[in-house]
């Protein structure tokens, strides 16, 4: 029984690790990307287990994929940081919204053994929007999902609370001119 114990246990620890693989770290804007040649990102992470598959795909606000890769990974050696080369294929428009994705880890990817990140960006001016890491299925994989998931996180105010904030404008403003007119008589 306690053999069966052990064995459990040691079992248990050894998944554990198998599952957290790859580790998702920072992610900025390269000093190279722009509108028409790349979208690279400076990036790194952490796996236990040299990933099998890189990946990388390149969107436009209108839906466009503009460049992608796929290919087997040469890394090894437990991490890699440095810049992530995304090519852009279909040059775009000044002050165009790019969204670069890429990852590296399993094929196919999972959440356990595969790292992503996300950068959505003005081409021009290179003001980063919206930017995100993590385990695959994280971050979000185009432009139009990272502008949608961006814009989710802008809180709105309904027409009824801006018809009450109007109101109580008028009355507040009503209220200060009676006042001063009484106050000159």
Known sequence: MLHRCLGALALALVSGTIGAQSVSGPVTLAPVADCVARADV?????YTTA??????????AGGVTIGSFERASPLTGGSFSGSWRQDIG????????????????????????TAEFF???????RQVIYSCTGSY???????????ARNAES????????????LLGLLTTGAFLLRRRALVRR
Not at 51 to 60: A, D, H, L, S
Not at 137 to 147: F, S
Not at 154 to 165: D, E, F, G, V
């Open 42 to 46: 400076q990036w790194s992470f952490t």
């Open 51 to 60: 990933p099998v598959r890189e990946f990388g795909r390149i969107t436009n």
């Open 137 to 147: 299925g994280t971050c979000p994989t185009t432009a139009l999902a990272a502008i």
């Open 119 to 125: 950068v959505l960006y003005n081409c021009t001016t």
């Open 90 to 113: 279909l040059p775009q428009a000044p002050n165009s919204l790019i969204g670069t994705y890429g990852g590296a880890g399993d094929s196919p990817p999972t959440a356990t053994g």
């Open 154 to 165: 802008i809180p709105a105010t309904s027409p009824a609370a801006l018809a009450a904030l």
